[in-house]
């Protein structure tokens, strides 16, 4: 685990904000990425016949990004997958971080 700290540092980094974003720009961000995110629910990589199955209600679907198929199911499922693994690996002691500590939770999170 420690070979992958020390790789964290050479990746950038955003610095903390001098001062506190307002509202409307706050909002403005948030529906921009919104609407890319609706954008890429929606958008298919690769065509996919009725012959799969059926899939879950159209809501439902854009929520979870589990449209078959989709630009954000790519792009979403390999971190959730990762993040599922990672926490059982170490709730199984397999591997040894601890998460109360600043520095177990940083290489956690790397």
């Known amino acids: 685990m420690v ?10 980094s955003a610095p903390r904000p001098t001062r ?4 409307k720009s ?10 890319i995110y609706l954008l890429m629910a929606t958008t298919l990589v690769y065509p996919l016949t009725q012959a799969v199955g059926p899939g879950l209600p159209p809501l439902i679907a854009v929520v ?3 449209a078959r198929g989709t630009l954000a199911q790519l792009g979403i499922g390999p971190i959730v997958t990762a993040g599922l693994i990672m926490q059982i690996l170490v709730g199984a002691k397999l591997l ?6 600043p520095e177990g939770r940083r290489k956690f999170t790397t």
């Not at 706050?26 to 609407?35: C, G, H, I, K, P």
């Open 3 to 12: 070979p992958f700290a020390k790789i964290g540092h050479f990746f950038p």
């Open 20 to 23: 506190r974003p307002d509202l």
């Open 26 to 35: 706050r909002a403005l961000f948030t529906l921009l990425a919104l609407v």
């Open 64 to 66: 979870f990004a589990s």
């Open 96 to 101: 040894n971080i601890d998460l109360s500590d």
